[in-house]
Nanobody
Framework: VQLQASGGGLVRAGDSLRLSCVAS????????MGWFRQVPGKEREFVAA????????LYADSVKGRFTISRDNAKNMVYLQMNSLRPEDTAVYYC?????????????????WGQGTQVTVSS
């Protein structure tokens, strides 16, 4: 599966932004999906994940209550709605796909990655 993320940009603290990721192929619903982020010099970190059906989700503590992951299997899309953004949310955000059969935040479980989209939050 090939993934392409979009929707990043420069926003102010407290603003909202929605990231989108489109997947190629006809088996999108066979993959769990996740969002990760990375800043220079640091490890890529888990942000949110959603199960194949969309019935289960998982969030990093740092974004819980502010970010919402969702998917539309008919459109091969996964989204990350980000509200109440903070300067520490600044990073390159990546969408990823996993064949693991349960919702997971372990980046080692994700075998497919998009190219990343930059999110910058000014204070």
């Amino acid at each position: 599966v090939q993934l392409q993320a979009s929707g990043g940009g420069l926003v102010r603290a407290g603003d909202s932004l929605r990231l989108s990721c489109v997947a190629s192929g006809r088996t999108f619903s066979s993959y769990g999906m996740g969002w990760f982020r990375q800043v220079p010099g640091k490890e890529r970190e888990f942000v949110a994940a959603i199960a194949r059906s969309g019935g289960s989700t998982l969030y990093a503590d740092s974004v819980k209550g502010r970010f919402t992951i969702s998917r539309d299997n008919a459109k091969n899309m996964v989204y990350l709605q980000m509200n109440s953004l903070r300067p520490e949310d600044t990073a390159v955000y990546y969408c990823a796909a996993t064949a693991v059969g349960y919702v997971t935040g372990n980046k080692g479980h994700y075998g497919y990655w998009g190219q990343g989209t930059q999110v910058t939050v000014s204070s």
